[in-house]
């Protein structure tokens, strides 16, 4: 689905409008002038939810699922008019996927051991109210899922958004505690600033109400988290190869890798970022990725010139880069394309700055290895230890338990496109923050929560 710019500020005027933000956020649930309130609201929201049944909290969920369906198509158009990031087709489907498919509280599980001294229990309790950053590559999803599941553990939670994205991230806070009230639990369930900035967010990382910190972002803000002294769940950097060799079906590897490469334009940390391709087949790849899959084959010239847009001379990416379509990044180096053309690709080794760097865009070096062996190695070293996703294409179980071992990442997504791991043509719950460098793996409810043994000496076994 594409929309003009004159179109998308249409849309996003009328929904600001809707929300009165053009204003200021006076009147938006939720959100408050300064984090030491914002806390301390959500300190006594997760007081009310603390002693709600589970059920009370199932019915607050279930009302977020379906103000998110409703709402999906204008968090999507916000997300790409505010961050200029993504498109909006795609992006409506990662809001319905967070809708559906969210774990509730029947994530929250207890464990049982009974005999002749009686009934140990293992219970889920909640942590109290999480602090929790989130990036502007998936705003509103990250804050929306978190919340879901977060909830459903007991905790209500203070956000510290991405300035860049933080309007969407306001509208999600908004809705989230309007879906509360409407299902009988109270306001402020989750909580954020009007203005977010790493001052705000060193003020929640100290804060003596905050036992728990979720960090979704790049390395910075995770080793932020994890140096803060409290317990922390570090969602980081990805840089996922996808590894293909001579026994797969090439065809439908270039289908499914094209697919998860450019889903909202690269963003979702997941998201194949290179290939490694065995030569024997390297060249097929590239001719259905070419011939079948809108890729443009870039030149070596092309190349060059993609490099000084997309990165600064140190290799900081330019952010007016980041989640753009192929179509726009080749117009930015002065090349026309049809629209045909939904990806970039060419072959280099694997220290091109296009490949070895996480770009979070429809860019996608191929990298040649002599044998299944050499690729393995090729594709560790461009994980560059994130130990986040990595994908492969092969019909060998002994090639992929091989590779799933040495890569040894969060996700591992077998002959499917990456967002198979999210739910989305695979099994499985979605989440968008996935705990790579904590090991946490892909968050839910029960991520959110901690073990509490409860045991009942002598009695109650009745066995
Ligand atoms: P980013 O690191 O620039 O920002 C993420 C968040 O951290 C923002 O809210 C930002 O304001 C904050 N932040 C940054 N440095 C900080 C610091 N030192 N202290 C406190 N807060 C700080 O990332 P982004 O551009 O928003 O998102 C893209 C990055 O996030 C990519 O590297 C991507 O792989 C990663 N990501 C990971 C996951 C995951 O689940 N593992 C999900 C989404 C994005």
């Not at 051991?113 to 990036?135: H, K, N, Q």
């Not at 991230?169 to 009230?181: H, M, P, R």
């Not at 070096?365 to 986040?388: D, I, P, Q």
């Amino acid at each position: 689905m594409e929309f003009t710019e004159s179109q998308l500020a249409n849309i996003v005027g009328e929904v600001m409008a809707k929300l009165n933000l053009s204003g200021g956020t006076s009147g938006m649930h939720g959100v408050f002038a300064d984090m030491n309130t914002a806390i301390e609201k959500a300190k006594e929201a997760q007081k009310i939810i603390r002693v709600m049944s589970m059920d009370q909290r199932e019915k607050i969920i279930a009302k977020i699922r379906v103000k998110i369906k409703e709402n999906a198509e204008d968090f999507a158009r916000m997300g790409v008019e505010e961050t200029g990031m993504g498109n909006v087709g795609d992006k409506i489907l990662k809001h319905l996927l967070v809708a559906e498919k969210t774990p509730g509280t029947e994530d929250i599980t207890t464990v049982a051991w009974s005999g002749d001294r009686g009934l140990t229990l293992v219970e889920m309790g909640p942590f109290g109210v999480i602090g929790a950053i989130t990036p502007c590559t998936n705003p509103s999803e990250t804050v929306l899922c978190n919340t879901m599941g977060m909830l459903a553990g007991g905790n209500t939670v203070v956000f510290n958004p991405h300035p860049q994205a933080i309007r969407t991230s306001i509208y999600a806070v908004n809705l989230l505690n309007e879906a509360s009230l409407e299902a009988g639990g109270p306001d402020n369930i989750c909580c954020t600033v009007e203005k977010p900035t790493l001052e705000t967010s060193a003020v929640m990382m100290k804060h003596p109400d905050i036992p728990l910190l979720v960090a979704t972002g790049g390395p910075g803000v995770v080793t932020a988290v994890l140096s803060s002294g409290k317990r922390g769940i570090g969602a980081g950097a990805g840089n996922p190869p996808a590894l293909v060799d001579e026994t797969a079906d090439i065809r439908k590897a270039a289908e499914d890798i094209v697919n998860g490469c450019t889903f909202d334009n690269n963003l979702p940390c997941i998201a194949e970022k290179e290939i490694v391709a065995v030569d024997s087949i390297c060249d097929e790849l590239m001719h259905y990725m070419t011939e079948e899959q809108g890729c443009y084959l870039a030149s070596p010239e092309i190349q060059d010139r993609l490099v000084h847009t997309v990165m600064d001379e140190k290799g900081r990416l330019n952010r007016n880069c980041v989640g753009r379509s192929a179509k726009t990044l080749l117009a930015m180096v002065g090349v026309d394309v049809p629209d045909s053309i939904r990806c970039i690709t060419f072959e280099g080794s694997k220290e091109h700055p296009l490949i070895a760097e996480e770009l979070m865009m429809p860019i996608l070096g191929v990298v040649r290895a002599k044998n299944f062996e050499e690729a393995v190695e090729t594709a560790v070293w461009l994980e560059h230890g994130n130990r986040h996703s990595a994908h492969i294409h092969s019909k060998n179980v002994d090639r992929i338990t091989a590779y799933a071992r040495a890569v040894d990442t969060a996700i591992l997504v077998k002959n499917g496109p990456s967002y198979a791991a999210l739910g989305f043509g695979g099994e499985g719950f979605p989440t968008f923050t996935i705990a790579s460098r904590t090991g946490e793996g892909l968050t839910s409810a029960a991520t959110f929560t901690k073990r509490r043994r409860c045991t009942m000496s002598d009695s109650l076994c009745i066995r």
